[in-house]
């Protein structure tokens, strides 16, 4: 009788086991992916936004001088995907790769778009699909004659 009461108080610990290996620690990897996506897109999104500022505050000063329109250097395109590049680089730490799909200037409504996207390695594939993460971020450039 006593080899029996034994041999039960076995199974139990071997079935918690396994119901911690297969339900809890995914789970547990699960909520972990989930939090980190929120965080990457976070970071992503203000990556966007200070490149769309960046851009948007390099305008062509002497043709506005001389026109009194508002048109964008050439260096608004550069500085909106450089500014965002740099913004972005410490996701790269977090199983993130930020990259900057478009940089959209706009003379006509005197913005400027920065799109970017960040692949995410994921902890447990099975559960989350590969992700991949989109924002968009527009600035408009202001120009105020005194």
Known sequence: MARRLWDEAGYSMALWAIVIATVIVP????????????????????????GALAGSRKIDVAYFRNTGKVRFSGEAYGEAASVASLNSASLEHKGAHPRVDAVILDNVRHTVTVRMSAAMEIMVPVITPRTTIHVSSTAQARVVRR
């Open 27 to 50: 789970l547990m990897a699960f909520g972990t992916d989930v939090n980190r996506m929120y965080i990457v897109r976070t970071e992503l999104q203000q990556a966007a936004d200070a």
